[in-house]
T-cell receptor, first 113, second 115 residues
Framework: AQSVTQPDIHITVSEGASLELRCNYSYGATPYLFWYVQSPGQGLQLLLKYFSGDTLVQGIKGFEAEFKRSQSSFNLRKPSVHWSDAAEYFCAVEREYGNKLVFGAGTILRVKS | GAVVSQHPSWVICKSGTSVKIECRSLDFQATTMFWYRQFPKQSLMLMAT?????????EQGVEKDKFLINHASLTLSTLTVTSAHPEDSSFYIC???????????FGNGTRLTVT
């Protein structure tokens, strides 16, 4: 069965600092990969997705993620974090398009001023 | 962009009663809708997948008689928590997609508290 691992439960960064949130997946083939953000008490917003092609994908709000097949990773990055980025971030995997999403446990991002 | 409206955003009910949560796609036709449950400080767990006009497919361990899902139209799916108990208290989120190569759109979730 496919699984998604987000090893960091909490991360705290200073405003203006760079950010990297880790995500590893286990699945035999290359799945479809997603990053979502969830503000407290809210639903999820799609930040970016990877289906194929260029392994560095750009998303909304200045986020990007890089797919590394050799490491089975899809880490999320942002060069300069803003206080409004404080939220919970979920990595998700979809085995084939139209199939169900499997979510990681989430990483809570705190931004200190 | 595509919007999924979920209602209510929060609900408190007494143990033993039933609660219905609605999920509507406002500007697109959703052939498939998904229902998730999220416990505090945990990830989303898929409960069931529903396709318009057919029975929902439940994930292992989800009681289909307790969590009734109806997807009667291309813009509406409902989740009814029957005979709710305090352990059913959770955050329930729906998502929807059009047919074909379209992304999932999520509702804002419903906070259910059973007293």
């Amino acid at each position: 069965a496919q699984s998604v691992t987000q090893p960091d439960i909490h991360i705290t960064v200073s405003e203006g600092a760079s950010l990297e949130l880790r995500c590893n997946y286990s699945y035999g083939a290359t799945p479809y990969l997603f990053w979502y953000v969830q503000s407290p008490g809210q639903g999820l917003q799609l930040l970016l997705k990877y289906f194929s092609g260029d392994t560095l994908v750009q998303g909304i709000k200045g986020f990007e993620a890089e797919f590394k097949r050799s490491q089975s990773s899809f880490n999320l990055r942002k060069p300069s974090v803003h206080w409004s980025d404080a939220a919970e971030y979920f990595c998700a995997v979809e085995r084939e398009y139209g199939n169900k999403l499997v979510f990681g446990a989430g990483t809570i991002l705190r931004v200190k001023s | 962009g595509a919007v999924v409206s979920q209602h209510p955003s929060w609900v408190i009910c007494k143990s033993g009663t039933s609660v219905k949560i609605e999920c509507r796609s406002l500007d697109f036709q959703a052939t498939t809708m998904f229902w998730y449950r999220q416990f505090p400080k945990q990830s989303l767990m898929l409960m069931a997948t529903s396709n318009e006009g057919s029975k929902a497919t439940y994930e292992q361990g989800v009681e289909k008689d307790k969590f009734l899902i109806n997807h009667a139209s291309l813009t509406l799916s409902t989740l009814t928590v029957t005979s709710a108990h305090p352990e059913d208290s959770s955050f329930y989120i729906c998502s929807a997609r059009e047919a074909g190569w379209s992304p999932l759109h999520f509702g804002n979730g419903t906070r259910l508290t059973v007293t």
